[in-house]
């Protein structure tokens, strides 16, 4: 299986990053990004790309692929809504659409988050921007599409954030994400089960579209 991956260089899409490239089910993963991941592997190719509203000058290499791991991503803090619109929901059609036309039969995951608001109208601006993602993104026509929903992250085999406030809260907080897992482990997930569950939803599908930390949960251990 060949699968292309996003945010590769973020806490999740790193994650993401390192289960596909230890995975036997996965020959191939390809990263686009506008800076390298700095890892040599086998299976890793990487296209350096800037512009994120058009992927017609690479579309060559977005052939032959089998799923989609859409990990790129912003913090709305300090964003209008114009400049979160444009990252969040503009640049993630921009890559679907290229993708559906070269690959229709695909799984395409978008990671969103708790609180996405799928009706489109909250007064909470990065909640109805990312639901209104979602909901389109699953009219596209891929053979599967899942909108992953992480609730509180547990970043595991090294991986750290490069937003210095979160980073922050784990390097002085991680007990208290690790106490939470302890009373409501269905709502904390790690990179590692993230990635499982991607790679396991593309090979056997899931049963829902929308997928919450415990679905993932589910699918990492199948």
């Known amino acids: 299986m060949k699968v292309i991956i996003t945010g590769a260089t973020g806490m999740i899409g ?12 996965i020959s191939e993963v390809l ?3 506008r800076n390298s991941v700095g890892i040599l592997h ?3 190719k990487e296209v350096l790309h800037q512009n994120f509203a058009d992927f017609t000058s690479i579309k060559e290499s977005l052939v032959g692929y089998n799923a989609c791991y859409y990990s790129l991503g912003i913090s709305a803090a300090g964003l209008n809504e114009e400049q979160y619109y444009k990252v969040t929901y503009e640049y993630t059609m921009a890559l679907a659409e290229a993708l559906y036309q070269h690959n229709p039969e695909m799984t395409f995951i978008f990671v969103s988050g708790q609180g996405t608001d799928s009706s489109e109208t909250s007064s909470i601006m990065w909640a109805r921007v990312k639901g209104k993602a979602e909901n389109d993104l699953l009219q596209i026509g891929f053979r599967q599409a899942f909108m992953f929903r992480p609730g509180i992250l547990l970043p595991l085999r090294g991986i750290k954030s490069r937003t210095k406030g979160y980073q922050f809260m784990y390097d002085y907080f991680m007990w208290l994400v690790k106490a939470i897992k302890n009373i409501v482990p269905n709502y904390v997930v790690s990179t590692t089960q993230i990635g499982l569950a991607m790679i396991q939803a593309t090979v056997g599908g899931y049963k829902k579209d929308i997928i919450d930390p415990e679905d993932m949960i589910i699918l ?3």
């Not at 790193?14 to 089910?25: K, M, P, S, T």
Request: one cysteine or more; a positive charge; glycine letters at 10%.
């Open 14 to 25: 790193r994650g993401v990053l390192l289960e596909c490239l230890d995975h036997e089910a």
């Open 31 to 33: 990263v686009i990004g």
């Open 42 to 44: 086998p299976k890793l």
């Open 220 to 222: 990492a251990k199948r």
